[in-house]
């Protein structure tokens, strides 16, 4: 055999080892998902810079581009020598998201970025990712050492800390998918179902707190227009408020798509800017006013495959960190596909949180595409196992 064919065959043995295991169903969904997504907010932000139509969709190739090749070098990651240092990474997790309140840039009325030159980064959106992590190293080491009580009391304080910084932002969407990365991670591992029955008796009574009783003697924990976002999907037709206008539209533009949509061109609510947060937050009613039934629908059912394979992976994960930390990931992406869409069509609050692969954003794009690459490190993980690898 010539030297040139003894080097191809090496080449090709050493990329199906690299590859092998690989969940190609995930990672194909991922990157249908991410380019539908950016073809989208061309297709919404054509006309909003007066000048320079490609003004969006060349960022968001390039936060996408720059999130793959992330993702790739994860899939090299060893998440156990990781674990060495956990607190380290927790410590740089508040720092960092502490650092937003006092060196942070300010945009409509939020805190929530810091500007590196010509870039700005959200640590909140790279947060979830590290915060799945820490709280999987913590509940691993501890669960069978630890009074289950004290576990669940001693997870939920790490979630809460960076959790209430960023809420201070005011971010609460983020917020509240740190909360759902912790409650995930402590089902998965089994602790006692009366906690979760406390949790969300506690929750309640805080919420009636917040909306209506602390307010009622003058003590008001949440901004006017956070109010506004929280309980206009419950009357959106009475509300004059900033978010009761956005339902509304997002209403209209979903409705208006009927079965098979108007297309790009025929787009109304998103071209003539009826729709706010069109490339962002709403941009789920720009498919569906764009594609229609049909389009929405494709979009859900690819959002639920996706999390199919990532529960698949969970479910073959090699070691019990890795089972934790695909569940954080898992119920991560689960939450923000539910909210998102569930907020476009006014069945949850509006809480700012975007879609997954699919919304404008430089720091929600890379703190996607890197959570799915851990998911596929996991997954190569648990089939080598599988087959007796090493």
Sequence with gaps: MSTLGRTGESFEARARARTAGMDWTL?????????????????????????????????????TLVGLVCMFFILRLDLEWLSRYVWTIYAILVASVGAVLVLGASARGSTRWIDLGPVRVQPSELGKVVIAFVIAVVVMERLKSMDPARLTLMVLALALLPAIIVFLQPDLGTSLVYAAIALAILWVAGQPITHFAAIGAVLLVGVALVLYLLPAVGLNVLQPYQVDRLTSFVDSGSDRSQAGYQLEQSKVAIGSGGALG?????????????????????????????????????????????????????????TELERLVAAGITAMLAFEVFVNIGMNVGIMPITGIPLPFMSYGG????????????????????????????
């Design 363 to 390: 720091s929600h794009t890379l703190t996607n595409l890197v959570a799915v690459g851990v998911l596929l490190r996991i997954g190569m993980r648990g089939r080598a196992a599988q087959a007796g690898a090493v």
């Design 27 to 63: 990672l194909g969904l991922t990157l249908a998902v991410s380019f539908f997504g950016i073809y989208m907010v061309r297709a919404a932000t054509e006309s909003d810079v007066s000048g320079d139509p490609g003004f969006f969709f060349t960022r968001q190739l390039a936060y």
């Design 262 to 318: 108007k297309g790009p061109s025929g787009a109304t609510q998103t071209i003539n800017d009826f729709l706010p947060e069109h490339h962002t937050d709403f941009i789920f009613a720009v498919v569906a006013e764009m594609f229609g039934f049909m389009g929405g629908g494709l979009l859900i059912a690819a959002y639920f495959i996706l999390i199919w394979r990532a529960i698949v992976i969970m479910r073959l994960a090699a």
